[in-house]
Nanobody, 121 residues
């Protein structure tokens, strides 16, 4: 079992930056790839970014490439999402997820509770 707790959401103006954090716990948490998803009102939850268990490989949705960076600190069992050049369309609840590397971007095994990000124009 893996527990995921997000933090760092908030309110920011367009063009600004935020960093989300997700603390993973559980005896096997370090063995999982970690990722971020988001859900905007009226939309399906969508994949944002993922990092493998070592931190060496990353994968991004086209909509955030070049603006968002995912990385993890395995000593702290924490994954981060650095979000720069934020746009109003990035407004969403952001969810941390854990799963195998091959499936974490589509069918992760574990989910956090989410943290809200609101970007004003």
């Amino acid at each position: 079992q893996v527990q995921l707790v997000e933090s760092g959401g908030g309110f920011v103006q367009a063009g600004g930056s935020l960093r989300l954090s997700c603390a993973a716990s559980g005896p096997t948490s370090s063995a999982y790839a970690l990722g971020w998803f988001r859900r905007s009102p009226g939309k399906e939850r969508e994949f944002v970014a993922a990092v493998d268990r070592t931190g060496d490989s990353t994968y991004y949705a086209d909509s955030v490439k070049g603006r968002f960076t995912i990385y993890r600190d395995n000593a702290k069992n924490t994954v981060y999402l650095q979000m720069n050049s934020l746009k109003p369309e990035d407004t969403a609840a952001y969810y941390c997820a854990a799963g195998g590397w091959v499936v974490v971007h589509t069918h992760p095994d574990y989910w956090g509770q989410g943290t809200q990000v609101t970007v004003s124009s």
